[in-house]
């Protein structure tokens, strides 16, 4: 079991950065990726970015070179760092488990990101 526990989000204008974090609650965090994904009205869920234990990452298309995910396994933390922020990247973020293991997903409750003047 992984229970997730997002912040950072807000409203920020076109070209402006915001920074999100996850804290990760769970046994089987070393066999975990830990990623985010958004959705936005009308769309399907998209992955954003995500990382293993090793620090291994990927990016979607439309994020890289503007976004970059880290993690810090000590304290349970994942975090996406939020560059150039463009009004496509409004959507709702949610921070999203994978344990290797059992192949079960847990996702977090979503956290609002709005990009607009």
């Known amino acids: 079991q992984v229970e997730l526990v997002e912040s950072g989000g807000g409203l920020v204008q076109p070209g402006g950065s915001l920074r999100l974090s996850c804290e990760a609650f769970?046994?089987?965090?070393?066999?975990?990726?830990l990623g985010w994904y958004r959705q936005a009205p009308g769309k399907e869920r998209e992955l954003v970015a995500r990382?293993?234990?090793?620090?291994?990452?990927n990016y979607g298309d439309s994020v890289k070179g503007r976004f970059t995910i880290s993690r810090d396994n000590a304290n349970r933390m994942v975090y996406l760092q939020m560059n150039s922020l463009k009004s496509e990247d409004t959507a709702v973020y949610y921070c999203?488990?994978?344990?290797?293991?059992?192949?079960?997903?847990?996702w977090g409750q979503g956290t609002q990101v709005t990009v607009s003047s």
């Open positions: 999203n488990a994978f344990v290797i293991t059992s192949r079960q997903d847990y």
């Open positions: 769970g046994s089987m965090l070393a066999l975990t990726i």
């Open positions: 990382v293993d234990s090793g620090g291994g990452t």
